[in-house]
């Protein structure tokens, strides 16, 4: 059983749309991250939220934690051909042992 | 500040041979977290080492092991290769306890197992 799943799991949309990708689980995290991972190379972190209901914004990129802390989602507006990449979640269940759970992966094209 | 660093990059094996990976984290970050990644499983937690210890383990047979050593620099082994391991091995480092253990990761090594 996965603790964390993606959704969709794969992506593909016109430049310029917006976009919405999900992270759900069943447990509760204390905190969560997102990584965006091109190929050839390793997840590159995009942000870390902490606090139930936070959201935060990175330039066209919004995310959000869950009032209860157990799901999460990244919204990109206007998407652009660079935004492509895989996307992964990743929770860790307890503070000061933050072992890192990884969700299941979005693949997320944008078509000139 | 230079990133982390993995080597080989790539890497050719037979089944029944054994391999050594190799990772230098960020310069200051104590931990280091190794993770494989392949397109069924998606990125899988191998264990993770602070101070020459290792704090976590993930669900890999003992097949798998690693260690850390006093400059934090960080080798996986993995004996007895199986056609299964073959993936790509993601190294991250972190700064340690109480940094909510954002990973920066290596660009990984390939490993294919013939």
């Known amino acids: 059983t996965q603790l964390l799943e993606q959704s969709p799991q794969f992506l593909s949309i016109q430049e310029g749309e917006n976009l919405t990708v999900y992270c759900n689980s069943s447990?509760?995290?204390?905190?969560l991250q997102w990584y965006r991972q091109e190929p050839g190379e390793g997840p590159v972190l995009l942000v870390t939220?902490?606090?139930?209901?936070e959201v935060k914004k990175l330039k066209r990129l919004t995310f959000q934690f869950g009032d209860a802390r157990k799901d999460s989602s990244l919204h990109i507006t206007a998407a652009q051909p660079g935004d492509t990449g895989l996307y992964l979640c990743?929770?860790?269940?307890?503070?000061?042992?933050?072992?890192?759970?990884f969700g299941t992966g979005t693949r997320l094209t944008i078509i000139p | 500040k230079a990133g982390v660093t993995q080597t080989p990059r790539y890497l050719i094996k037979t089944r029944g041979q054994q391999v050594t990976l190799s990772c230098s984290p960020i310069?200051?970050?104590?931990?280091v977290s190794w993770y494989q990644q392949t397109p069924g499983q998606g990125l899988q937690f191998l264990f993770e080492?602070?101070?020459?210890?290792?704090?976590n383990k993930g669900n890999f047979p003992g097949r798998f092991s690693g260690r850390q050593f006093s400059n934090s620099r960080s080798e996986m082994n993995v004996s007895t290769l199986e056609l299964g391991d073959s993936a790509l091995y993601l190294c991250?480092?972190?700064?340690?306890?109480?940094?909510?253990?954002?990973?920066?990761f290596g660009p990984g090594t390939r490993l294919t197992v013939l």
């Open positions: 991250a480092s972190t700064r340690g306890p109480g940094s909510y253990n954002e990973q920066f």
């Open positions: 447990s509760v995290f204390s905190s």
């Open positions: 939220v902490v606090t139930g209901g």
């Open positions: 990743a929770g860790a269940l307890d503070f000061g042992n933050e072992k890192l759970t």
């Open positions: 310069s200051g970050h104590r931990s």
């Open positions: 080492y602070f101070s020459e210890t290792q704090r």
